[in-house]
């Protein structure tokens, strides 16, 4: 079955103090990796897109990887304003329109000052 | 501003109503969705619409029909309401035929089944 795990479910960090979320998959045929972040009370806003194994991808604080398997969000000296709920997605599908969303459940991320 | 939007943010309603959400989006895109994300924060999709044909239906129950008047455009009409209805739905949309293919979300609309 098609499954999307992400890791840990919530992980509290110092200020500064660096970490990685993982999102592991099972999908056949992926048409890409998306990580979203989303901040309570608002829908999830888009950060990266992974398409194929080894790739990478920065944004500021932000680093996105991509294996066969699993994908890492690495935050680097996060900052308070870093906190927010950290959601992996994987994109699969005969292509065009009828391409899909899976979701994870989502990393739960606390920086503290 | 160029987004999704959705209304109302909030719906608070009795067991057995019938309620719409309505969604719009001003980024030019051809592909909608619609998803229910449940306390535990899990996404799941409902709809998907392309060029205002229904593409994508994820066994939702019949209560629940969406409709798409035109590109910009995707409402969720939800009937004879139920205690487990209650969630934040979601709109979101695409470009299914651009060179990215990232989802667009609206704001929510936090939906409380009483």
């Known amino acids: 079955e098609d499954q999307v795990t992400q890791s840990p479910e919530a992980l509290r960090l110092q200020e500064g103090e660096s970490s990685s979320l993982n999102c592991s998959y099972t999908?056949?045929?992926?048409?890409?990796l998306f990580w979203y972040r989303q901040d309570p009370g608002k829908g999830p806003e888009f950060l990266f897109t992974?398409?194929?194994?080894?790739e990478e991808k920065e944004k500021e604080r932000l680093k996105a990887t991509l294996t066969k398997k699993e994908s890492f969000l690495h935050i680097t000296a996060p900052k308070p304003e870093d906190s927010a709920t950290y959601l992996c997605?994987?994109?699969w599908g005969r292509g065009g329109a009828t391409n899909k969303l899976i979701f994870g459940t989502g990393t739960l991320l606390a920086v503290q000052p | 501003d160029t987004a999704v939007s959705q209304t109302p943010k909030y719906l608070v309603t009795q067991m057995g109503n019938d309620k719409s959400i309505k969604c719009e989006q001003n980024?030019?895109?051809?592909?909608m969705y619609w998803y229910k994300q449940d306390s535990k924060k899990f996404l799941k999709i409902m709809f998907s619409?392309?060029?205002?044909?229904?593409?994508i239906n994820e066994t939702v129950p019949n209560r629940f029909s969406p409709k798409s008047p035109d590109k910009a455009h995707l409402n969720l009409h939800i009937n004879s309401l139920e205690l487990g209805d209650s969630a934040v739905y979601f709109c979101?949309?695409?470009?299914?035929?651009?060179?990215?293919?990232?989802?667009?979300f609206g704001p929510g609309t936090r939906l409380t089944v009483l």
């Open positions: 997605a994987v994109q």
């Open positions: 999908v056949s045929g992926l048409r890409g």
């Open positions: 992974l398409y194929s194994a080894g």
């Open positions: 980024l030019g895109h051809d592909t």
């Open positions: 619409y392309n060029n205002k044909e229904l593409i």
């Open positions: 979101a949309s695409r470009l299914a035929g651009g060179a990215y293919n990232e989802q667009f």
